[in-house]
């Protein structure tokens, strides 16, 4: 059994032209013409011709469509249109075979609905449009590190598991924790804003969950979440961050990612900064003038944001939103305390990320639980940090499977998520 290669497919260049190579992959297509056989062999970096002649070909027998095979041989130059080169082969080695017919066909002949390519999700990757999504998803987390880091940002790792329902509590998923209560975390919040204490600027890209029965395009129970949060910075300052993170993004992936924008079928063009930035007192005006029902404090429903998403196509913050709307944690504008320094961001009716800036003061947090209905016992040990020089800080969260729909330009976040969950998703 041969376990090596010496190159991927797109390692082979003009030098290797009449040298010996190893390649290793799977068979995309294969057609017999007597006395040779012409088979496409596919790598994660690409796909290469193969010429099996003579002996060879005599011998080679059934091989299915997507079996595994390594394959030595010759690289030479080619006729063929498609390829740079090819490789006349000197063995093929099977190394595990297909079955036939395959559950899903991997070179999108066959289209199959979503369902079933998330039911065969391995075999779905051998989809180049598939496989491009995720190598795509892998620039833009390589791009947010990068940016984090270069503004001095610290990179920090909250537990999943806590002991008790943190922000409220609706949406939790509950489990037994050997005998005691615990639940899944449904973001960093507390945690994060704890570490600016001693580390000043943080950020987290970690997963998290919420018991939401939602069956939309954008709501899973299981998300990726990218959080910041950053002492001595006010909410201005972190949407400026955002703003700079999500241009950064895009110009990553639009240089380094062409070939999977081909495959995809769609050209990822930078937006132009800065974002436009609107008041949710804006949003009301332009509400009421579109005939809608709505008055100041309510919050904004999906079909309120679809309009303001037809306003205002594209990237865009919505700030300033009343204090009653926002949780607990969030700090009111000096010269209006029924208004939050708050804000999220939209891309059209999407809301991708929200944040704010936060309170500092633990008496202030205490009120604003009581005034919640919440329990200030209940965090205890949240509120014990702010006696221990907490300094004034700011943040956000901005959901990473969201932000990758608008990337790809496709509306369903279980497209850009490896192994969705939702309410009728658990397996595989
Ligand atoms: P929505 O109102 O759209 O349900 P939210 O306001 O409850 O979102 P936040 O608590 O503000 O969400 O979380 C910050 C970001 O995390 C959101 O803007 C979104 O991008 C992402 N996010 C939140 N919940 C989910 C979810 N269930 N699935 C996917 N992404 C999510
Ligand atoms: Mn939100």
Same mark, same amino acid.
């Given at each position: 059994?041969?376990?090596?290669?010496?190159?991927?497919?797109?390692?082979?260049?003009?030098?290797?032209?009449? &040298?010996?190579?190893?390649?290793?992959?799977?068979?995309?297509?294969?057609?017999?013409?007597?006395?040779?056989?012409?088979?496409?062999?596919? !790598?994660?970096?690409?796909?290469?011709?193969?010429?099996?002649?003579?002996?060879?070909?005599?011998?080679?027998?059934?091989?299915?469509?997507?079996?595994?095979?390594?394959?030595?041989?010759?690289?030479?130059?080619?006729?063929?249109? *498609?390829?740079?080169?090819?490789?006349?082969?000197?063995?093929?080695?099977?190394?595990?075979?297909?079955?036939?017919?395959?559950?899903?066909?991997?070179?999108?002949?066959?289209? +199959?609905?979503?369902?079933?390519?998330?039911?065969? $999700?391995? @075999?779905?990757? $051998?989809?180049?449009?598939?496989?491009?999504?995720?190598?795509?998803?892998?620039?833009?987390?390589?791009? /947010?590190?990068?940016?984090?880091?270069?503004?001095?940002?610290?990179?920090?790792?909250?537990?999943?598991?806590?002991?008790?329902?943190?922000?409220?509590?609706? !949406?939790?998923?509950?489990?037994?924790?050997?005998?005691? &209560?615990?639940?899944?975390?449904?973001?960093?919040?507390?945690?994060?804003?704890?570490?600016?204490?001693?580390?000043?600027?943080?950020?987290?890209?970690?997963?998290?969950?919420?018991?939401?029965?939602?069956?939309?395009?954008?709501?899973?129970?299981?998300?990726? +979440?990218? !959080?910041?949060?950053?002492?001595?910075?006010?909410?201005?300052?972190?949407?400026?961050?955002? #703003?700079?993170?999500?241009?950064?993004?895009?110009?990553?992936?639009?240089?380094?990612?062409?070939?999977?924008?081909?495959?995809?079928?769609?050209?990822?063009?930078?937006?132009?900064?800065?974002?436009?930035?609107?008041?949710?007192?804006?949003?009301?005006? #332009?509400?009421?003038?579109?005939?809608?029902?709505?008055?100041?404090?309510?919050?904004?429903?999906?079909?309120? @944001?679809?309009?303001?998403?037809?306003?205002?196509?594209?990237?865009?913050?919505?700030?300033?939103?009343?204090?009653?709307?926002?949780?607990?944690?969030?700090?009111? &504008?000096?010269?209006?305390?029924?208004?939050? $320094?708050?804000?999220?961001?939209?891309?059209?009716?999407?809301?991708?990320?929200?944040?704010?800036?936060?309170?500092?003061?633990?008496?202030?947090?205490?009120?604003? /639980?009581?005034?919640?209905?919440? !329990?200030?016992?209940?965090?205890? *040990?949240?509120?014990?940090?702010?006696?221990?020089?907490?300094?004034?800080?700011?943040?956000?969260?901005?959901?990473?499977? $969201?932000?990758?729909?608008?990337?790809?330009?496709?509306?369903?976040?279980?497209?850009?998520?490896?192994?969705?969950?939702?309410?009728?998703?658990?397996?595989?």
């Amino acid at each position: 059994m041969t376990f090596g290669k010496t190159h991927d497919i797109a390692e082979l260049t003009t030098e290797l032209i009449g &040298k010996q190579v190893v390649l290793g992959g799977w068979i995309e297509d294969i057609r017999k013409l007597g006395k040779m056989t012409f088979i496409t062999l596919r !790598d994660v970096s690409g796909i290469s011709q193969i010429i099996v002649k003579g002996e060879l070909n005599d011998n080679l027998g059934e091989i299915n469509r997507q079996s595994v095979v390594s394959i030595k041989g010759i690289v030479q130059e080619t006729k063929a249109r *498609d390829f740079a080169f090819e490789v006349k082969a000197e063995e093929i080695e099977v190394l595990a075979k297909a079955i036939h017919p395959l559950p899903v066909d991997p070179i999108g002949r066959v289209e +199959s609905n979503i369902d079933t390519r998330l039911n065969h $999700r391995a @075999l779905d990757m $051998r989809n180049q449009k598939t496989a491009s999504i995720f190598k795509l998803r892998h620039h833009v987390l390589q791009s /947010l590190r990068k940016t984090f880091v270069e503004k001095k940002f610290i990179e920090i790792t909250t537990p999943k598991i806590i002991g008790s329902a943190s922000e409220g509590g609706a !949406d939790l998923f509950s489990l037994d924790y050997f005998g005691e &209560k615990a639940y899944l975390a449904q973001s960093p919040q507390l945690y994060k804003e704890q570490m600016t204490i001693g580390l000043e600027r943080v950020f987290e890209i970690s997963n998290f969950y919420r018991a939401e029965n939602s069956h939309t395009g954008r709501h899973l129970t299981e998300f990726t +979440s990218i !959080d910041i949060e950053a002492a001595f910075m006010d909410y201005t300052d972190v949407m400026d961050i955002l #703003e700079s993170v999500i241009i950064e993004v895009y110009k990553f992936v639009s240089e380094n990612c062409k070939k999977e924008q081909e495959a995809i079928e769609h050209t990822i063009e930078v937006p132009t900064a800065p974002f436009e930035r609107i008041t949710y007192k804006q949003c009301i005006e #332009e509400l009421k003038q579109a005939g809608e029902k709505v008055e100041f404090g309510e919050d904004l429903l999906d079909s309120h @944001l679809r309009i303001i998403g037809k306003n205002h196509p594209g990237f865009f913050f919505l700030m300033d939103w009343p204090m009653k709307l926002k949780p607990f944690y969030i700090r009111e &504008k000096d010269e209006d305390a029924t208004l939050s $320094r708050s804000f999220d961001l939209q891309f059209g009716y999407l809301e991708l990320s929200s944040g704010g800036t936060r309170l500092h003061d633990s008496e202030l947090l205490k009120a604003r /639980l009581k005034e919640q209905g919440l !329990d200030p016992a209940q965090f205890t *040990d949240h509120l014990k940090t702010f006696d221990w020089g907490m300094p004034p800080h700011s943040g956000w969260g901005l959901g990473l499977d $969201r932000l990758m729909t608008i990337l790809v330009g496709i509306d369903n976040v279980r497209e850009v998520v490896l192994y969705p969950r939702d309410p009728d998703r658990l397996r595989p």
